[in-house]
C-alpha cells in the first residue's frame, strides 16, 4: 500500500520561510508524479506545486510563482516544498499526493481526481 507522510508546517510571520517533506512509500514503480496542494478554511482544495519524479517537469500555481519551489529526492522518494516570502494567504493544510502506478503528470496537472493516495496534511499558518 502506497503511503505519503507530509512533515514541516508550523506558525510563522509574513514574509517567514518554511520546508514541507512528503515521503512516499510502499511503490515499486519507476517514476511517478507528486506534488502539493492546499486547502483553506471555507475554500476547496487547489494545486500548488507538483513535479515528475525523475524528471525536470515542475508546475506551480500562479499565486506561488517565484516564491515556492518543488524539490525532489527519487531515491529518497521525497517530495519538498521549499516555501519563502509567505503571505497570509498562505495560511492552509498542505497535502502531499501523487499519482500512483500511472507515472506521469496529468493534464490538467491540477485535476485533484488524478491523484491517488493523498497524504494527511500538515498545517501551514501564516500571521501578519
Known amino acids: 500500500e502506497v503511503q505519503l507522510v507530509e512533515s514541516g508546517g508550523g506558525s510563522v510571520e509574513a514574509g517567514g520561510s518554511l520546508r514541507l517533506s512528503c515521503e512516499a512509500s510502499g511503490y515499486t514503480y519507476s517514476r511517478n508524479c507528486m506534488g502539493w496542494f492546499r486547502q483553506a478554511p471555507g475554500k476547496e482544495r487547489e494545486g500548488v506545486a507538483v513535479t515528475q519524479i525523475g524528471g525536470d517537469l515542475t508546475f506551480y500555481a500562479t499565486s506561488v510563482k517565484g516564491r515556492f519551489t518543488i524539490s525532489q529526492d527519487a531515491v529518497k522518494n521525497t517530495v519538498y516544498l521549499q516555501m519563502d516570502n509567505l503571505k497570509p494567504a498562505d495560511t492552509a493544510m498542505y497535502y502531499c499526493?501523487?499519482?500512483?502506478?500511472?507515472?506521469?503528470?496529468?493534464?490538467?496537472?491540477?485535476?485533484?481526481?488524478?491523484?491517488?493516495?493523498w497524504g494527511r496534511g500538515t498545517r501551514v499558518t501564516v500571521s501578519s
Open positions: 499526493a501523487a499519482v500512483g502506478s500511472r507515472g506521469i503528470c496529468p493534464a490538467p496537472v491540477w485535476r485533484r481526481s488524478e491523484y491517488s493516495p
